[in-house]
């Protein structure tokens, strides 16, 4: 029987912060706690941190949170986390060095070693992933080559959600929708790539025993219970990565729905129930056990705009308008006809992942003339990546012979109405703004929500539980400029996939 107050705790150990909230059974957020940590830079290109943060940091986030609720009303607590970081520990689950996060960049060399010892089409088709520099492998390949002493220590090579898994539970488990996006799965068998493993001279017992997300993965120890406030015995229900988690809590689960995440990278994805590899997209688990998540991502997303405006409009702060510069800006664009009066770019500010995954991949700006301005370059900005959004949106939807029904947005850029319509223009998808602010962490909640009993099943949780708002149509008459404009940018995309 379920009690009326009933609670779940999603956590949400991100880049940054730890933050934890208590969900109801109608999907309100009534408690939460954060703690942040830091992220370390040891050489130019390289971002580590400290892991043992990661579990002081939730256990004074879910310590915050249980001051405003009655302990008793806890039924489950769910992990989400950064994807693809990851810490090598020893046997008591202690980390060795510090962990080497996902945006490392030390891997170059080891990305090109994969490629040429197995070929890139190989490792794509069994670990959903084109070689690159953001899945764990190269990095945990880095260590083997660069830092033997430290591997010869290793117990467990740990994802976020396993290393939090071991510190609540005693158990070194994970989900397999957290696991995945180390690179290292052969997808299709839900194992460990032994194959892969071996011939790198790693194995299998070196990474966490796996359970489906959604499943009971241990209870809290006394330990546990001792560090967070939490009762022992209390279920702990494996989880997913943040991305995933995402689109579940923006009920991305079925009816051709995908989600789009406006944040300082953007990413989008919808499930599907059959095994695709392209490289236009990677293949995750998704948060539905039996289901795959097929998952696009541009690292330069707000990060692009937030560049633009501490670097080019840092003057706008002294307009005393009380309007932001974003806002000033957002302003002026609107007022602009699509295509920012023949300003144009390839939003490549942090390298490029699908469709060309090139890490040597840069910006291109074409069209300069004496009469533009920032207003103009802001609405480039905000088109280049709409572009770019469409040239992946296609890919899958190709790739999957389905057409996406509409894109439900979140994160920070889902606030700007210009963007939201450009969108909504360039692909010829609706828009529909999601009204979860924490759709990361509702994802865990509903994962939880569904373990111990509230819904019979992910998809009942998720139109229970997630709300949406305003919706972008497209404009015939727009969408037609921006077609025309589309092949212009398509052709000058392809330039940055040359040497």
């Given at each position: 029987?379920?009690?009326?107050n ?33 992220l ?7 971002y ?7 579990w ?28 693809e ?36 089409q ?39 959600h ?93 009816n ?6 406006l ?41 692009t ?37 023949g ?14 995954w ?56 889902s ?41 019979p ?43």
């Open positions: 029987m379920i009690q009326n009933a609670l779940v705790i999603g956590i949400d150990c991100s880049t940054t912060a730890c933050k934890a909230i208590a969900w109801n059974q109608q999907g309100k957020a009534v408690a939460s706690g954060k703690a942040s940590y830091p370390l830079q040891p050489q130019a290109t390289w580590e941190q400290d892991a043992a943060r990661w002081h940091s939730t256990c004074e986030a879910i310590q915050q949170l249980l001051t405003q609720i009655k302990l008793s009303q806890v039924e489950a607590v769910c992990i989400t986390h950064q994807r970081t990851f810490v090598a520990v020893d046997r008591e689950g202690q980390p060795v060095r510090n962990a080497i996060a996902w945006m490392d960049k030390r891997s170059r060399n080891q990305v090109a070693f994969l490629d040429e010892k197995f070929g890139g190989y490792i794509n088709q069994v670990t959903g992933k084109p070689v690159s520099m953001t899945p764990s492998l190269a990095k945990i390949v880095w260590l083997t080559q660069h830092e033997p002493e430290n591997v010869a220590l290793t117990y467990k090579f740990l994802d976020v396993g290393f939090l898994v071991y510190h609540l539970t005693g158990n070194f488990r994970t989900s397999l929708a957290c696991a995945d996006p180390m690179g290292a799965m052969n997808m299709e068998a839900h194992c460990w790539a032994t194959d892969l493993l071996t011939s790198l001279e790693l194995q299998e017992q070196q990474f966490a025993e796996l359970v489906p997300p959604g499943e009971v993965i241990g209870y809290v120890n006394e330990t546990g219970a001792a560090a967070t406030g939490l009762p022992k015995g209390l279920r702990v229900i494996a989880g997913a990565g943040d991305g995933q988690c995402a689109g579940l809590g923006a009920n991305a689960v079925g051709s729905r995908a989600y789009l995440n944040g300082t990278a953007i990413a989008s994805g919808i499930i599907s129930k059959e095994y695709f590899v392209d490289s236009s997209f990677r293949t995750m688990y998704a948060p539905i056990a039996g289901s795959y998540f097929l998952e696009t991502v541009l690292l330069g997303g707000v990060f705009l937030t560049w633009f405006v501490e670097k080019f409009a840092s003057d706008l702060h002294n307009c005393n308008l009380n309007l932001s510069p974003l806002e000033i800006l957002e302003t002026a664009a609107a007022k602009l006809s699509p295509g920012a009066e300003l144009m770019l390839v939003p490549y500010w942090n390298n490029v992942m699908n469709p060309y090139d890490a040597n991949a840069a910006g291109i700006t074409i069209g300069w003339t004496g009469t533009h301005g920032k207003e103009h370059f802001y609405r480039a900005i905000l088109e280049g990546i709409a572009f770019e959004q469409r040239l992946v949106g296609d890919a899958v939807m190709s790739a999957t012979n389905q057409r996406f029904s509409e894109y439900v947005v979140m994160g920070g850029g606030t700007s109405n210009l963007w939201c319509q450009i969108l909504a223009d360039v692909t010829g998808i609706p828009i529909v703004r999601s009204t979860t602010t924490e759709a990361t962490c509702l994802g865990a909640g509903i994962l939880a929500a569904v373990a111990v009993g509230w819904y099943d992910i998809g009942t949780a998720a139109k229970c539980l997630t709300h949406t708002a305003e919706r972008f149509t497209p404009s015939q008459e727009k969408q037609a400029i921006y077609s025309k404009l589309y092949s212009s940018v398509f052709s000058i995309g392809r330039l940055a996939d040359l040497d």
